[in-house]
């Protein structure tokens, strides 16, 4: 069995308690950089990133060490951090220890070596500095240590490659768990299958109420074997798709003549996991840290010998049921899990735990990323960053004496912004429009370098603190961002009164930190109801230029739906005082034609609520309820209970809110919707900027800034009328432009088979 070496070392070299004071620790992209410093300083004919290989004890060893010397006969381990080095955990150093003496055996074995030289290089990224531990070991001492490792983990990989070799088998000859599939599933599932197949990346618009979820899951895992498939990531930005493809297993499961010998795994947030959200994440603050890794081992087999899904309540059940951290319990199963369900941001993001696991253990993978139209906007925030100055001064208030100097360097920046010569004067308390900065500020950066660190040596030796940590990690987030900031992304100041100035960096073009994590993957399926046009999506996710599309055919006929353009209407912002009452003419009108339950969608809260206040005064005898902002989840659910199966009234809602995507109402509970808008974001200065980013770039500017997008929203709504192949509705487009080309091109074709021109 191969095994990476870093991972033999992770399950049979670690003990003691949990501890995560030295968060934050260095992401993933300052890790590597400080690798590449490091090894920059070194000498000619040092190899860095040296490859090693080689068999102990039936298990097939490989990684890459730091750095070799081979002049000096010295082998490096370079690991990066942040904070007082003296304060490392004795459990954690051992690690680190491990995985040198492991690779040092491997190298002595290979060259033939009696003793080499092992030095393990710590690097604080946030003062430059480099902390060496060196010492000297026979070869015959380094095997024994790594012969010691490997029957630890022995009896683990057995029971792995057996679990391998029988997933695959039942896989191979898995049933659709339905008698047929339903219209249009099939081609969509074939799609998926050949896509796995071939290890290609494909999008798939398929229309909502298909069942994308179970036709796309289905074929991803009975392609599995055939391709050799380590692992399966199902990614979704929605809770409720979480909840869709834990459902879809259990009913592939439920339905097979045998037991899928298939570990699943749910991966939440830590703020819906964690046990004790106001304790420190080490063994002297939290009960369930305390002795976690001795603990581990019979928790991690509990996990695996329960035969059952590891959804939220199972993996809580088991790690309390050993006294463990049910959120890191977690983490820890995602190495042995073969599909995992969670959200985007758990494989996009700049830490994301599965992305981590898939290069450290070159893992063959594939995506199935649900909702995919998500993806840009949920991207974008990602990789952008904001610097609140109110939370800086509230923090300083009450700073420790240890905080205070720090605190105040990076209070002077904040003046040092407003007070530069080449940006207009400001009174203190004066409102601004964003100012765009060129760069993020140079000497801002290295004052929030300098504070992180202060506030990462204060919490190691004090107990936790929410708001340094909330104000530690802003930091930690801008001055990562800054150190990529490119034309993908653009850097803004703005003012809101005194002591509430904001400095931004705000990702436009996704792409170039998306693309990396798409090479990753072995195979990757993108699937929406609203992936058109397909071009828009590649350019700004970074998809590789050979990624396939295909548009799956509706299941549903065009006789269910009635599309009534409104062309006389405009909704446009000068417009909307004269919209007001055509708009309540049009939509008393058609619901007094079929009373039922209507949703209407709106650009924004005032238009919406401008449009209620006159339709009231029209039609008083009509129902009507609408959203609110900040509605709390149980409001929220209220709001949708609200269209019962034969009940009658309007509910008004914001497009691209809430209620316009991820809620499903089929039958009599939804019979028509109407849009009054075409979804365009507001042309302000900072979409202007993405036009012109976008257009220099993709040179479709206005299109993949205002047009796509909006359209995109439109479908999202209207989709939720006809959910089943016997639900009838109608659907009301409320402006003139949808009359346009170039606009009607962009909506389902199947739409207008039965349309009503003008309303």
Request: net charge neutral; with cysteine; proline share 6%.
């Amino acid at each position: 069995m191969r095994v990476a070496v870093r991972t033999l070392c992770e399950f049979a070299a670690r003990e003691g308690d949990l501890d995560h004071r030295y968060t934050p620790s260095p992401s993933s992209d300052e890790g590597r950089q400080g690798h590449q410093k490091v090894q920059a300083r070194r000498g000619p004919g040092y190899r860095p990133e040296e490859k090693l290989e080689g068999e102990c004890g039936g298990l097939f060893l490989a990684g890459r060490a730091d750095g070799y010397d081979p002049a000096g006969t010295r082998l490096e381990e370079i690991k990066t951090h942040r904070g007082d080095l003296s304060r490392l955990s004795p459990a954690q150093q051992a690690l680190h220890w491990a995985q040198l003496r492991s690779y040092g055996a491997l190298l002595c074995r290979r060259e033939g070596l009696a003793s080499i030289e092992l030095a393990l290089v710590y690097y604080d990224i946030g003062r430059d500095r480099e902390t060496c531990l060196a010492e000297t070991a026979s070869a015959g001492d380094l095997w024994s240590r790594l012969e010691l490792l490997c029957d630890a983990y022995r009896e683990w990989a057995a029971q792995e490659n057996q679990h391998r070799e029988a997933r695959d088998q039942a896989l191979a000859k898995l049933r659709f768990p339905f008698g047929e599939f339903r219209g249009g599933q099939r081609p969509l599932a074939e799609s998926v299958f050949r896509a796995v197949c071939r290890n290609e990346t494909l999008m798939l618009q398929a229309p909502t109420g298909l069942g994308k979820t179970l036709g796309t899951l289905f074929p991803a895992l009975m392609a599995m074997p055939r391709q050799s498939v380590d692992r399966l990531f199902f990614l979704t930005a929605r809770t409720t798709g979480r909840r869709l493809a834990l459902d879809g297993m259990a009913r592939i499961s439920q339905t097979q003549k045998e037991p899928v010998p298939i570990r699943v795994l749910e991966l939440a947030a830590k703020a819906h996991a964690c046990e004790n959200p106001d304790l420190a994440c080490h063994g002297e603050s939290c009960p369930l840290a305390r002795g976690f890794f001795d603990r581990l081992p019979a928790a991690r087999q509990a996990a695996v010998n329960t035969g059952a899904m590891l959804d939220q309540p199972t993996l809580r059940e088991v790690a309390l049921g050993h006294q463990i951290c049910p959120y890191f319990l977690g983490q820890e199963m995602a190495r042995w899990c073969d599909l995992v369900v969670g959200d985007v941001n758990h494989y996009f993001d700049q830490s994301a735990l599965l992305h981590g696991l898939t290069r450290q253990n070159d893992w063959r993978v594939t995506l199935l990323i649900d909702e995919a139209h998500n993806l840009v906007n949920r991207a974008r925030a990602m990789y952008s960053a904001e610097l609140n100055q109110q939370r800086l001064l509230a923090v300083k208030r009450r700073a420790p004496p240890e905080l205070r100097q720090p605190l105040q360097r990076v209070v002077r920046q904040w003046q040092a912004l407003f007070n530069h010569p080449d940006r207009p004067a400001l009174s203190p308390s004066e409102k601004t429009a964003p100012l765009r900065l060129e760069f993020p500020p140079g000497d801002f950066i290295g004052a929030l370098s300098g504070l992180v660190t202060a506030i990462t040596d204060y919490l190691t030796d004090h107990p936790a603190d929410a708001e340094l940590q909330e104000l530690m990690f802003e930091a930690l987030g801008y001055t990562r961002l800054a150190e990529h900031f490119g034309d993908h992304s653009i850097c803004e100041l703005s003012r809101h009164g005194r002591g509430r100035a904001k400095l931004s960096i705000l990702n436009l073009i996704p792409a170039d930190f998306l693309a990396p994590r798409f090479e990753s993957a072995q195979s990757c399926m993108l699937f929406s109801a609203t992936l058109t046009p397909p071009l828009y999506h590649r350019d700004l996710l970074g998809l590789p230029d050979t990624t396939c599309w295909r548009e799956v055919d509706s299941p549903f006929s065009a006789s269910q739906l009635q599309v009534h353009l409104a062309s006389g209407i405009s909704t446009r912002l000068q417009d909307r005082e004269a919209s007001l009452a055509p708009i309540v003419e049009l939509m008393t009108r058609h619901y007094r034609a079929r009373p039922g339950n209507y949703i209407a969608y709106f650009s924004s809260f005032a238009y919406l609520n401008s449009v209620i206040a006159r339709f009231r005064e029209e039609a008083p005898d009509i129902e009507i309820r609408a959203q609110v902002p900040g509605m709390s989840t149980e409001q929220r659910h209220d709001f949708v209970a609200g269209f019962a199966s034969g009940g009658r009234g309007i509910g008004f809602a914001v497009l691209g809110g809430v209620f316009a995507e991820g809620i499903d109402l089929p039958g009599e509970r939804l019979v028509g919707a109407f849009v009054a808008t075409l979804g365009l974001p507001p042309f302000d200065s900072r979409n202007e900027t993405m036009r012109q980013r976008l257009q220099a770039r993709f040179g479709e500017g206005y299109e993949y800034t205002y047009l796509y997008p909006g359209i995109e929203k439109v479908i999202q709504a209207a989709g939720r009328v006809i959910r089943t192949p016997t639900d009838e509705g109608t659907i009301v487009l409320i402006d003139d432009r949808f009359t346009r080309p170039e606009v009607r091109r962009l909506l389902p074709k199947w739409w207008f088979d039965q349309e009503s021109p003008d309303t």
